[in-house]
């Protein structure tokens, strides 16, 4: 199973950015695709943005020009990055990085997380 570990959370006033970091626990291969994940306190986890080996991303409508989603390059192409903008109090939440494909085949392993505070 994939693991990651990710970083960058924390305190930020409205309008405010952040940036996310990922990175994953084993490297023998690419993975296809990486998402970031954010969960609300109540809410179940939903997806974010992803970003395919090829580089094309997705984005969920609430972050659409906000949110940008990346991935390292060569030895660490499966580092995967958040960068957010605009941020508002609708983006509090702990934020997770994993692979769609395997969520949406069940994978439960998730990490840590990182926390994100918007608040003034």
């Known amino acids: 199973q994939a693991s990651f570990v990710e970083s960058g959370g924390g305190l930020v006033q409205p309008g405010g950015s952040l940036r996310l970091s990922c990175e994953s626990q084993?490297?023998?291969?690419?993975?296809?695709?990486m998402g970031w994940y954010r969960q609300t306190t109540g809410k179940e986890r939903v997806l974010v943005a992803s970003?395919?080996?090829?580089?094309?991303?997705?984005?969920a409508d609430f972050v659409e020009g906000r949110f940008t989603i990346s991935r390292g390059a060569g030895p660490f192409e499966n580092t995967c990055y958040l960068q957010m903008n605009d941020l508002g109090p609708e983006d509090t939440g702990v934020y997770y990085c994993?692979?769609?494909?395997?969520?949406?085949?069940?994978?439960?392993?998730w990490g840590q997380g990182t926390r994100v505070t918007v608040s003034s």
């Open positions: 994993h692979l769609p494909l395997a969520v949406q085949q069940g994978d439960e392993n």
């Open positions: 084993e490297g023998a291969h690419a993975y296809y695709m």
């Open positions: 970003v395919t080996s090829g580089g094309t991303t997705k984005y």
